[in-house]
């Protein structure tokens, strides 16, 4: 038995009673002009027919550099994460000590406008967790674009 499910939106009154009076007054071609649910649209320009624009592909490996940090205290985890990134490609990995040791979850953090490089790199080392960099880093640091930090998990 199928129940009655509530509008997700409100009902158009007004666009139903304005097409019902010109229907009554046999006006079809105004109909047209009414913005109502299933009205069909103009077609699109030829090439643009329902497709977002092709963003270009993300940086090579091989020209990003990553800083490793470790933030669980495993003596050596930065030195080896980073070997193991390195055999991924990147250019650069890094390693140090993260300012504070007890990180419950390794994490990736990333620059504005790499984020597509920084959920690859996460792909890569099997790191769930992908968030925007909100601090600062020691300035020898400063240009270097995907951070990660290794947690206890």
């Not at 030829?46 to 669980?72: D, E, F, M, Q, T």
């Not at 600062?136 to 674009?145: C, F, L, T």
Request: proline share 10%; glycine share 10%.
């Amino acid at each position: 038995m199928e129940h009655a499910q509530p509008l997700a939106r409100a009902f158009p009154w007004r666009t139903v009673a304005l097409t019902a009076s010109v229907l009554a007054l046999g006006a079809g071609s105004v109909v047209a002009l009414v913005d109502r649910p299933g009205a069909t649209r103009p077609a699109a320009r030829p090439g643009h027919v329902g497709k977002a624009p092709a963003l270009p592909p993300p940086r090579p490996r091989s020209r990003i550099s990553v800083l490793v940090l470790n933030g669980n205290g495993v003596s050596g985890a930065a030195g080896t994460a980073a070997t193991a990134i390195l055999a991924r490609g990147y250019r650069h990995a890094i390693p140090g000590d993260a300012p504070q040791l007890d990180y419950a979850r390794s994490l990736v953090l990333f620059r504005p406008g790499w984020q597509r490089e920084a959920k690859r790199l996460a792909r890569d080392v099997k790191i769930p967790a992908v968030a925007t960099l909100d601090g600062a880093v020691a300035p020898e640091y400063a240009r270097v674009p995907l951070i990660v930090i290794l947690g206890a998990n």
